[in-house]
T-cell receptor, first 114, second 114 residues
Framework: KQEVTQIPAALSVPEGENLVLNCSFT??????LQWFRQDPGKGLTSLLL?????REQTSGRLNASLDKSSGRSTLYIAASQPGDSATYLC?????????????FGGGTRVLVKP | GAGVSQSPSNKVTEKGKDVELRCDPI?????LYWYRQSLGQGLEFLIY????????KSGLPSDRFSAERTGGSVSTLTIQRTQQEDSAVYLC????????????FGPGTRLTVT
């Protein structure tokens, strides 16, 4: 059974500092890994999707890496802004019964202070 | 284009009543997923649809929970004889295929059972 862990549960940084968010998973047969952002009272916004054959994905200030052998993914957010304050969730996709159900970590709540 | 929509956004019901939650996926997305987000359990998979069939119902917590999808589009999650522990945010997601493409989430339905 896939288990996904995110540490720390909360993180506070001053504006402009780079953010490093960690995600670990137990089953290296992961099919893909997706990073999401969730604002209070809102749904999930997809940030980046990394397929198991890829090492990293980039979008603007965001970069996510995937290391299947060590069971880790890292989300980097460069030059953080107060608008980056949110909860960030990673989720591992496992192909089973022809579906790609996601197993989520507990999230890291980020506060970027002006 | 339009994203995933869910209705109602909020539902308050009395213990023992039945409730129906609706999800409209992104047009053309063949795969549809239901998840539940609660304080104690984080985000958990409930059920997956490919077209109108549900190959994976492994996350449904009890036989009080059921779901259907019609016309390969709209899905309804039904909870019978609601209990207080059913209180949570129910999230729906869709993806282009079931083969590991990214999942896009709706805003969720917040269910409160009194």
């Amino acid at each position: 059974k896939q288990e996904v862990t995110q540490i720390p549960a909360a993180l506070s940084v001053p504006e402009g500092e780079n953010l490093v968010l960690n995600c670990s998973f137990t089953d290296s047969a992961i099919y893909n890994l997706q990073w999401f952002r969730q604002d209070p009272g809102k749904g999930l916004t997809s940030l980046l999707l990394i397929q198991s054959s890829q090492r990293e994905q980039t979008s603007g200030r965001l970069n996510a890496s995937l290391d299947k052998s060590s069971g880790r993914s890292t989300l980097y957010i460069a030059a953080s802004q107060p608008g980056d304050s949110a909860t960030y969730l990673c989720a591992g996709g496992m192909i089973k019964a022809a579906g790609n159900k996601l197993t989520f970590g507990g999230g890291t709540r980020v506060l970027v202070k002006p | 284009g339009a994203g995933v929509s869910q209705s109602p956004s909020n539902k308050v019901t009395e213990k023992g009543k039945d409730v129906e939650l609706r999800c409209d996926p992104i047009s053309g997305h063949t795969a549809l997923y239901w998840y539940r987000q609660s304080l104690g359990q984080g985000l958990e998979f409930l059920i997956y649809f490919q077209g109108n069939s549900a190959p994976d119902k492994s996350g449904l917590p009890s036989d009080r929970f059921s779901a259907e999808r019609t016309g390969g589009s709209v899905s309804t999650l039904t909870i019978q004889r609601t209990q207080q522990e059913d209180s949570a945010v129910y999230l729906c997601a869709s993806s282009v295929t079931s083969g590991g493409t990214g999942q896009y989430f709706g805003p969720g339905t917040r269910l409160t059972v009194t």
